[in-house]
């Protein structure tokens, strides 16, 4: 009787794993990749699985798009591949401009927003319009920040039943689970501009509204390449300034400088980086605020290379949701302002274990507030 009533819990427990792996979506991997040029006339595009049923979620909820949609999957021990075929009836009124990066959001595109870890707490999203333009955001903590610009390829292709779009996603442009097998989560979306429609797969539950995290699709990689993530970015400047000084112009300060700074992945999901006398002055410029009678002080965000990986993991628990709630993180390392040295780690330590720890030896300027 024991040895029955064991046999019957470990078949509906094996039953239920197999259930589980049937809900995932399994991708081919392959040998030969697809040239990534818009065209899908690759023989991996005739049998990679494949999603369709695309249903609104804005305007509406639940409605059948006018026009199908169908996502291919497939992946090799470095790349994720993914195709999207977009049907349309009127191609010649698909918009598509030619315009710069992360600046195509008026355009008709498609996108795949990719949880990584399948934890339902963060998502890489890549836009891509029929052209091929890019866009690139990472959303955490509830803000979707699109100042990101990650290393992938993509390519479009308007033709006469609507238009494709081929992606190349290097795993080394991402951070993932360094269990085995890896396991991701996705949610496929279309955007038909003039019908200002909105479409996605998996569909979206309207009492969850637009909680993307906690109705994605399941995917499930086997044998992927688990790198050894090194990098090393050595810099020197030398500034002077010259005087005018007795009819003469004399140097008055000479000001060489080298600096050093390195990222290692302790694991696929684990990172450490470390700089020593970090040089700045070729990262990008705020854009201008005006403090017009604020109650708090104006956040600019972190564009510093070295502060930008993993920074998502220090925004808990911190909204912006309103003028009553204005912030936008709990540590904010642009009061770090002209560090010696600095080491930070983070990342995943296990599957529920985040990691978000940063050191730095600054400079501070005498007379200043700043700490």
């Known amino acids: 009787m024991k040895r029955t009533l064991s046999l019957v819990i470990f078949l509906v427990f094996f039953t239920a794993i197999l259930d589980a792996q049937d809900e995932a979506i399994l991708p081919l991997k392959i040998s030969d990749p697809p040239v990534i040029d818009g065209n899908m006339d690759e023989p991996v595009w005739e049998s990679a699985p494949s999603v369709s049923g695309f249903k609104s979620f804005i305007p509406d909820f639940g409605n059948d798009l006018d026009f199908k949609t169908v996502v291919y999957m497939a992946y090799d021990e470095e790349n ?41 707490q963060s998502l890489y999203a890549f836009y891509i319009n029929p052209h091929g333009i ?92 688990h790198y050894t993530l090194l990098e ?25 400088r080298l600096s050093l700074t390195a990222k290692y992945g302790i694991t696929s ?60 993180t709990l540590v904010h390392t642009r009061t770090i302002i002209n560090p010696y040295a600095g080491v930070k780690l983070s990342g995943k330590a296990g599957e529920r274990v985040n990691v978000a720890a940063v050191y730095a030896a600054d400079r501070v300027s005498s007379g200043s507030d700043r700490n």
């Open 80 to 120: 994720l591949y993914f195709a999207y075929r977009c049907y349309d009836d009127e191609p010649g009124k698909i918009k598509a401009s030619v315009n710069s990066r992360d600046n195509i959001l008026n355009d008709d595109w498609v996108c795949i927003n990719l949880d990584s870890f399948n934890d339902q």
């Open 134 to 225: 890019q866009m690139d955001s990472r959303f955490a903590s509830g803000q979707e920040d699109k100042s990101v610009d990650f290393v992938w390829y993509s390519a479009g292709l308007i033709n006469d039943d609507g238009y494709t779009v081929e992606i190349r996603l290097p795993l080394k442009s991402i951070r993932f689970s360094n269990r085995e097998p890896v396991k991701m989560a996705v949610f496929f979306e279309r955007k038909i501009s003039r019908q200002a429609i909105h479409g996605s797969y998996p569909h979206m539950d309207p009492e969850k509204g637009y909680a993307f995290l906690t109705q994605m699709k399941p995917m499930i990689y086997y044998g992927v390449k």
């Open 232 to 256: 090393v970015l050595p810099a020197f400047t030398y500034a002077y300034r010259n005087v005018h000084s007795d009819g003469e112009m004399k140097r008055e300060e000479r000001n060489p």
């Open 269 to 328: 999901q684990l990172i450490l980086d470390g700089t020593l006398n970090p040089d700045f002055s070729q990262v990008e410029a705020d854009a201008g605020q005006v403090d017009v009678n604020l109650r708090y002080k104006l956040f600019y965000p972190e564009k510093r290379p070295f502060f930008l990986e993993g920074h998502d993991n220090f925004n808990f628990a911190a909204t912006q949701a309103d003028e009553h709630d204005p912030v936008n």
